[in-house]
């Protein structure tokens, strides 16, 4: 299993538009970050969690020339926006694009995208299967995906463990059940947006904080705004097992 991180930062993405701080004007590649998501290559099944505004340029960058399905963790903008660059998979690959998301987040793209589920579709629309989920493990093509409930504040949102790997994004509570679901995990990925406190992300302290209490052999932050500061910086300070991500890094896992 490989594993690309597309993208690293926030909802703004770094650099913010109009900033002139530090961290948005460096030129570190390290600093330069995507709406969050990552991509699952499994061989023979190829899978994003989450399409953000970024999602074209972020297929082109990684060079993904198939895509069996897409992850939702929540219905926010920053994690749907890029749902309709789906359509050269479709064109592709002759197929409708099965997406995998609660019924809220499903229930949310429709809404956001109600031209592609119109009765009258204009021709060359993206092709979508919606396919709800819940809390319960389920199966894409012989590959078990266990989803993470957690909480953005008061919204539910889904982690997803495959094998190993668990990735995480947007919140700040993990429940007890939930830490049971991520133990054993080699590598785990949490959002750390921030060194001040927020009311629906973990700063930097409460994600390593977090890390070191799973306890996996290394783990990755993600979801970064440019308020937490350079990279070089940052990832220096960090104890060992504990790193920031970056757009365009890969994770292999045997």
Known sequence: MKVTFLGTGTSQGV???GCSCQVCKSLDFR???FRSSIHFDLGDLSLVVDTGPDF???MLRAGIERLDGVLFTHEHKDHTAGLDDIRPFNFKQQKDMPVFGRVNVLEQIKREFAYVFSSKKYPGVPQV???EINEKPFIIQGVKIIPIPVL???LPVLGFRIGDFTYITDTNFIPDESMKLIEGSKILVLNALQKKSHISHFTLDE???KAKEIGAEQTYLTHISHKLGLHSEV???LPEGISLAYDGLQVTLH
């Open 56 to 58: 074209r340029s972020q």
């Open 129 to 131: 299967e919606p396919v």
């Open 15 to 17: 650099p913010v538009i």
């Open 235 to 237: 990832d220096n300070e």
């Open 152 to 154: 953005h504040y008061k």
């Open 207 to 209: 994600a390593v904080l």
């Open 31 to 33: 600093d330069k970050r």
